[in-house]
Each structure stands twice: as C-alpha cells, then as structure tokens.
C-alpha cells in the first residue's frame, strides 16, 4: 500500500465512557451506538480514540468540532455542518452524509469508504493523506481545496465542482462522471482516462471531431 495511504484510527480493546453532546466536552474511549442527536447545536465538542455506530445527526451543527482516532460506522449525518472541524485518523465507513457541510476543515488521514456524499461540501478544506472510495460524489463542492496525497478510487463523481482547485498528479482514472468542472489554467498533469478526457474538453467549450 501507498507510505502515504491514511493511517488507520487506534481505538482501545473496550469502552468505558457514554456517548453525548455537551459544549466543551472532551470525550474519550466510547462506542457510541444507535443513538438520535439529529437537530442539535455543539461547539468545541472532542472525540478521541472511539466509535460512533448507527448514530443520527441529520442537520447537527458541530462548532469546532475535533475528532481524533474515530471509526464512524453505519451512521446517518445528513446536512450535517461541521465548518472548520479538525479530523485526525478518522474513518467514514457506509456513512449518509447528503448535504454534509466540511468547509474550512482540517483532514489528516482520513478514509471515507462506500459512503454516500451527493452534494457534500468540502470547499475551502486542507487535506492530508485522505482517501475517497466507492463513494457517491456527485454534485459535491471540491472549491479551492487544499490538498496533499489525496486518494480517490472508483467514486461517482459527476457534476462536481473543483474549480480553483490543483490537479497536477490527481488520479481520476478509476472514477465515473458524465460531467464535472475545474478551472482550466489548474488542468496540468491531471490524470484521466480517454473517455474522461473527452469529457472534460466538452465541458470546456471544445468542439471534438471524430474522423
């Protein structure tokens, strides 16, 4: 595997702590399972070293939130807002996150597997050995993102927005879309396939002939 393929979250053998939303809480060592926080306000919530599993927050809004070594599993966070949270070795596995909000955050080593993520936003983030795969991505915001070693394997992707955002060594040749856009001065070493490439010029304005 890739040196620079995100780390894996370090949770403890067994819990001793309950899962719950509190300004200023700083929580440690849950597992966190089949619970309802949806419609909720929290700032500078921490999470360290737990899981998270068939938890709801549809439409949570999370101020600062920091989460550090978290497995997140089978949960619904649709529209939820997380603006200019901190995420460390954390991992989205068979997530909703329709409409998520991660604006101005932080990720480092960070996996989002077989999640749904239509119309998810991540404009604006940093992003540091962070891996997308079999994911849904369409009409997802990749404006002016910040981006290190970012791994994206076999997600749709149509109608995602990455204007002013740099491609130079992206990979997008696993990936589908019918549609997408980038800014065209940031196109330079983008790795695409033929059909990829075709459609990327069509979407430029490009008229293509096919003797």
């Not at 901190?86 to 604006?103: D, I, M, P, R, Y």
């Not at 998810?120 to 962070?130: C, I, P, Q, R």
């Not at 002016?144 to 990979?171: C, G, I, P, Q, Y």
Request: a negative charge; glycine letters at 4%.
């Amino acid at each position: 595997m890739n040196k620079n393929y995100p780390v894996s979250p370090n949770v403890p053998q067994s819990f001793s702590n309950d899962f719950y939303l509190e300004d200023e809480a700083s929580i440690e060592a849950v597992h966190g399972y089949g619970l309802d926080y949806s419609y909720l306000v929290c700032e500078n919530l921490v999470l360290r070293r737990s899981i998270l599993e068939k938890v709801t927050m549809q439409r949570t809004k999370l101020v600062r939130f920091e989460a550090n070594n978290v497995f997140f599993k089978n949960c619904d966070f649709s529209n939820i807002e997380w603006i200019g949270g901190s995420f460390h070795q954390v991992v989205f596995e068979n997530c909703k996150l329709t409409g998520c909000n991660f604006a101005e955050s932080y990720l480092r080593d960070c996996q989002f597997k077989d999640c749904l993520i239509n119309f998810g936003s991540f404009s604006a983030t940093n992003l540091k050995n962070v891996a997308f795969e079999h994911c849904q991505l369409n009409d997802s915001e990749f404006f002016e993102v910040r981006w290190k070693h970012l791994f994206l394997v076999d997600n749709e992707l149509t109608n995602s927005n990455w204007m002013r955002t740099k491609l130079a060594e992206l990979d997008f040749t696993t990936n589908r879309f019918s549609k997408i856009a980038f800014s065209m001065d940031q196109l330079k070493g983008l790795k695409v396939d033929t059909y990829q490439a075709v459609v990327i010029a069509a979407g430029l304005g490009l008229q293509i002939k096919d003797n």
